[in-house]
T-cell receptor
């Protein structure tokens, strides 16, 4: 059983469209991270959220942590081909403990 | 500044051979993690060290896998003997102790066992 469930697993859209990726769990997390991974490279940290209900923005990317700290979403506005990649959510159940990754959402943005 | 450095980037070997993967963490980081990534299972934590001491090795698949961290700037992951099902991309990551969510990953070592 996957501790963190991501949906959708695959997403292919046209440049300029908006999209939302979800990360859900039945467990509470002390913090949750979003990473992006491009082919042939390691994941790169995009953001950390720690407070229930927290919203963080990174240019066209908006990250939200659920009020109960069990889920999170990533919204991309006006997607660009450069946004293409594998988006991974990850969570710490207690501060400083091991990080658990979701299976990822493979996003393709077509020009 | 140099990031996490892994070697080799690619390795192709035959079943039964010994494989050694190497990692140099970011200077000043005192936690080091070994992950394995496959299409079927995603990213799995194998083992992690705090201040060169192994803390949790529950993700190590079996006795064929071993990891060492002899000093703060070097770690190895060894597979002996290797099997085809070990084929995967192995990532090393480092962070500050207590900041396990904020990992800096290397570019990975792609292992193919024939």
């Amino acid at each position: 059983t996957q501790l963190l469930e991501q949906s959708p697993q695959f997403l292919s859209i046209q440049e300029g469209e908006n999209l939302t990726v979800y990360c859900n769990s039945s467990s509470v997390f002390s913090s949750l991270q979003w990473y992006r991974q491009e082919p042939g490279e390691g994941p790169v940290l995009l953001v950390t959220v720690v407070t229930g209900g927290e919203v963080k923005k990174l240019k066209r990317l908006t990250f939200q942590f659920g009020d109960a700290r069990k889920d999170s979403s990533l919204h991309i506005t006006a997607a660009q081909p450069g946004d293409t990649g594998l988006y991974l959510c990850a969570g710490e159940q207690t501060s400083g403990s091991r990080l658990t990754f979701g299976e990822g959402t493979q996003l393709t943005v077509n020009p | 500044d140099a990031g996490v450095i892994q070697s080799p980037r690619h390795e192709v070997t035959e079943m039964g051979q010994e494989v050694t993967l190497r990692c140099k963490p970011i200077s000043g980081h005192n936690s080091l993690f070994w992950y394995r990534q496959t299409m079927m299972r995603g990213l799995e934590l194998l083992i992690y060290f705090n201040n060169n001491v192994p803390i949790d090795d529950s993700g190590m698949p079996e006795d064929r896998f071993s990891a060492k961290m002899p000093n703060a700037s070097f770690s190895t992951l060894k597979i002996q003997p290797s099997e085809p099902r070990d084929s995967a991309v192995y990532f090393c990551a480092s962070s500050l102790v207590g900041r396990a969510g904020e990992l800096f990953f290397g570019e990975g070592s792609r292992l193919t066992v024939l």
